[in-house]
């Protein structure tokens, strides 16, 4: 007989978040852990001196800190289950709508998006103390969740948090936002940005929070963007909201040579021609010149690259016009720079030289961004690409201002920290994509949703960051109405037909008290996550349906069984536990539910690939596939040697299946012949 082996199980739940940062203080520190635990004094004594000493030094903390703490490291054995019915071209879609908690799908998603988002947009809710629908008392998200979705019975209403009224007004908003933030940082690539919206009153609030959850160094700006001014306003008209922007690194984003600049009218199409042509004519800077000044001839009078007609000429960065090189204002830098032909000084500028010594312009000249006229009576130009060069942008750093009028000369342009957009605009832009009738009114559509965010803003300020970004994933776990889908939807249409979006929005119920939930419940959307998976629909049917695709999850409690850790010493209850794990699915689970719930407890996307397998040996065989690996599962209660034989598995394989369905002895020659998991 042979002996069974003790097999690698699927993990039930989701890693402890404590856990997670042990393991990656291991990576790091190695020599800071005795035994397998952490030493502290050893992790001081490698630190030395970095390590701040005294009680005297600024903290952020708020009743309930430690809680919030507690609820971010508890690991959570909520899973997400397809929703096909609600999808658009389920199979093939990348964009991804989750209903849900979003503490816990963040969770459920840890493995699976560790360090892969480029952007996290949030506008989280602005907690006016008496709508706020996360709970404040530290209680089980998940059973928070399914009370709310009448997965479990109430025991109270829970729903509306009153936080104002607990004493708590900002302490409660605080410890909701803190795991969510601290996951979210986990989320980001190196490279990764998150964008929160928020207004004055936790303005304060976040900026600590996000400072300690960043790091202070990690702060890139802050915008205000303006709405409106409200003229029934007694002192002063507040209409602004803010943007508050973090990078996952900024050293990293320095590393990279980063550099954001939103296009002008007409700049892409001159860009899209260049690669066009650099593909057909190679390395023929001069052909490629020639064939683009054609263009630009060629083109009508009202079209908007004409404009940018000086950008004719191209070299390795792409085209490029000639700039003033001397210094702006006068009162310049004068020094010898040598003419390459004459081997003379050429003539100073005027106002002197932009560059402050002559070592600064000879990194620019061996850059290839000074060009130097046929001889040393005329000073030589720079070089201003309509893609700056980074180090084009380093040398403007460095000087006071540049001369405005050349500044609008430039194809491309910085975003500043200020910019106003109506909120009416947004508003307006909702009823007519959603198009339901105004109940009672001869004409006009209804308004289903309050404070929409406005897309065409939010999809300038996404291109702006994820510009040159290849496949950007964008999140957003607090969606609201689906703003920032629609945004990014309008991208993959415009500039990045790549770019992709995950938006989870809890299903919060339409208040039946207030206008606008009247009219989103008399138009058949029950809860904020029906109308934001309404409007995301609406938009793709409008982009020509199915191709772009949604696949749509919802939050749901796990299938799998999980030991419950009764001990053999209590026999009656030993006895109960083993009778019930006869079965390590739970009563009532469906196939695709458990497929997806393993393959996420795995690490899996949620645009994996899930295929039936073409095997005619009895059992149903799936492959998971995402990207450059796979898996195969069988959820069948009995497996033979000869019907899992056609699958060909190596140790490269993983192979998962269900404990109860092996022997011992085809246990044993799975766990040799290929990487088994069992349920």
């Known amino acids: 007989m042979t002996d069974r082996p003790e097999l690698e199980q699927i993990d039930p739940e989701t890693p402890d978040q404590g856990n997670e940062l042990l393991n990656r203080l291991k990576a790091s520190v190695p020599e800071a852990f005795s035994d397998g635990k952490l030493d502290v004094e050893a992790l001081q004594s490698l630190l030395g001196d970095k390590v701040e000493g005294g009680p005297e030094r600024f903290t952020f903390t708020w009743a309930g800190k430690r809680e919030a703490m507690a609820m971010l490291q508890a690991p959570s054995s909520a899973t997400l289950a397809p929703d096909p019915d609600n999808s658009i071209n389920f199979e093939d879609a990348q964009h991804v709508f989750i209903e849900g908690e979003n503490l816990e799908v963040l969770k459920v998603l840890y493995r699976s998006y560790f360090g892969r988002v480029k952007l996290i947009y949030i506008d989280p809710p602005y907690n006016t103390g008496n709508d706020f629908i996360y709970p404040d008392n530290f209680a089980d998200p998940l059973d928070h969740y399914l009370k709310l979705t009448g997965q479990r019975t109430e025991d109270g209403d829970d729903t509306t948090s009153k936080t104002e009224t607990a004493g708590r007004l900002h302490s409660g908003w605080l410890s909701m936002m803190y795991p969510r933030l601290s996951l979210a940082r986990q989320f980001l690539a190196d490279d990764g940005v998150i964008m929160m919206s928020i207004n004055d009153k936790e303005q304060p609030n976040l900026r600590r929070l996000a400072d300690e959850v960043f790091g202070?160094?990690?702060?890139?700006?802050?915008?205000?963007?303006?709405?409106?001014?409200?003229?029934?306003?007694?002192?002063?008209?507040?209409?602004?909201?803010?943007?508050?922007?973090?990078?996952?690194?900024?050293?990293?984003?320095?590393?990279?040579?980063?550099?954001?600049?939103?296009?002008?009218?007409?700049?892409?199409?001159?860009?899209?021609?260049?690669?066009?042509?650099?593909?057909?004519?190679?390395?023929?800077?001069?052909?490629?010149?020639?064939?683009?000044?054609?263009?630009?001839?060629?083109?009508?009078?009202?079209?908007?690259?004409?404009?940018?007609?000086?950008?004719?000429?191209?070299?390795?960065?792409?085209?490029?016009?000639?700039?003033?090189?001397?210094?702006?204002?006068?009162?310049?830098?004068?020094?010898?720079?040598?003419?390459?032909?004459?081997?003379?000084?050429?003539?100073?500028?005027?106002?002197?030289?932009?560059?402050?010594?002559?070592?600064?312009?000879?990194?620019?000249?061996?850059?290839?961004?000074?060009?130097?006229?046929?001889?040393?009576?005329?000073?030589?130009?720079?070089?201003?690409?309509?893609?700056p060069v980074v180090e084009e942008l380093e040398a403007e750093d460095e000087i006071d201002s540049e001369d405005e009028a050349e500044q609008e000369e430039l194809a491309t342009q910085v975003r500043g920290t200020y910019f106003y957009k109506q909120s009416q605009v947004a508003v307006r832009a909702l009823r007519e994509l959603m198009q339901i009738p105004a109940a009672g009114k001869k004409k006009g559509f209804a308004k289903v949703f309050d404070n929409p965010k406005d897309s065409v803003e939010l999809a300038r300020l996404f291109k702006y960051?994820?510009?040159?970004?290849?496949?950007?994933?964008?999140?957003?776990?607090?969606?609201?109405?689906?703003?920032?889908?629609?945004?990014?939807?309008?991208?993959?249409?415009?500039?990045?037909?790549?770019?992709?979006?995950?938006?989870?929005?809890?299903?919060?119920?339409?208040?039946?008290?207030?206008?606008?939930g009247k009219a989103a419940l008399a138009a058949g959307f029950a809860t904020i996550a029906d109308v934001a998976r309404a409007r995301i629909t609406k938009v793709?049917?409008?982009?020509?349906?199915?191709?772009?695709?949604?696949?749509?999850?919802?939050?749901?409690?796990?299938?799998?069984?999980?030991?419950?850790?009764?001990?053999?010493?209590?026999?009656?209850?030993?006895?109960?536990?083993?009778?019930?794990?006869?079965?390590?699915?739970?009563?009532?689970?469906?196939?695709?539910?458990?497929?997806?719930?393993?393959?996420?407890?795995?690490?899996?996307?949620?645009?994996?690939?899930?295929?039936?397998?073409?095997?005619?040996?009895?059992?149903?065989?799936?492959?998971?596939?995402d990207e450059d690996r796979s898996f195969t599962i069988c959820l069948d209660d009995a497996l033979t040697l000869d019907a899992v034989a056609p699958l060909g598995l190596n140790k490269d394989d993983m192979f998962v299946c269900r404990d109860t369905a092996l022997d011992d002895t085809l246990a044993a020659n799975l766990a040799l012949q290929c990487r088994l998991k069992v349920i």
Not at 465 to 491: I, Q, R
Request: charged share 30%; net charge negative; aromatic share 10%.
């Open 465 to 516: 960051v994820c510009n040159g970004t290849e496949k950007p994933l964008v999140m957003d776990f607090f969606g609201g109405s689906g703003s920032s889908a629609e945004a990014v939807l309008s991208l993959t249409a415009d500039t990045n037909p790549d770019m992709r979006f995950i938006t989870v929005q809890l299903p919060e119920p339409c208040d039946p008290k207030d206008k606008t």
């Open 216 to 387: 202070e160094e990690n702060f890139i700006a802050q915008l205000v963007w303006e709405k409106g001014r409200k003229n029934d306003a007694k002192l002063f008209s507040v209409g602004h909201e803010y943007i508050i922007v973090y990078g996952k690194s900024v050293a990293a984003l320095k590393e990279d040579k980063t550099v954001w600049r939103e296009e002008k009218p007409g700049a892409r199409e001159i860009w899209d021609k260049y690669v066009e042509l650099r593909e057909e004519y190679g390395e023929d800077d001069k052909t490629i010149s020639v064939a683009l000044q054609k263009w630009f001839s060629d083109l009508p009078k009202g079209d908007p690259s004409k404009k940018w007609s000086r950008y004719k000429r191209v070299d390795k960065y792409g085209p490029w016009r000639d700039r003033d090189i001397s210094w702006p204002g006068g009162d310049g830098p004068s020094y010898d720079v040598i003419h390459p032909k004459t081997k003379k000084p050429c003539n100073v500028p005027d106002r002197g030289w932009i560059y402050s010594n002559p070592k600064e312009m000879q990194k620019f000249i061996d850059l290839g961004l000074v060009v130097f006229r046929d001889d040393h009576t005329e000073p030589p130009f720079r070089k201003a690409h309509i893609r």
């Open 540 to 625: 793709i049917e409008n982009m020509g349906g199915g191709g772009l695709g949604l696949r749509v999850f919802k939050l749901s409690e796990t299938s799998l069984k999980r030991w419950t850790g009764v001990e053999a010493k209590d026999p009656e209850a030993y006895a109960a536990q083993l009778e019930a794990f006869t079965d390590s699915l739970a009563p009532g689970w469906q196939p695709q539910d458990v497929i997806w719930e393993v393959a996420l407890r795995e690490g899996y996307s949620l645009t994996s690939a899930v295929d039936e397998l073409e095997i005619d040996t009895g059992p149903t065989f799936w492959r998971v596939s």
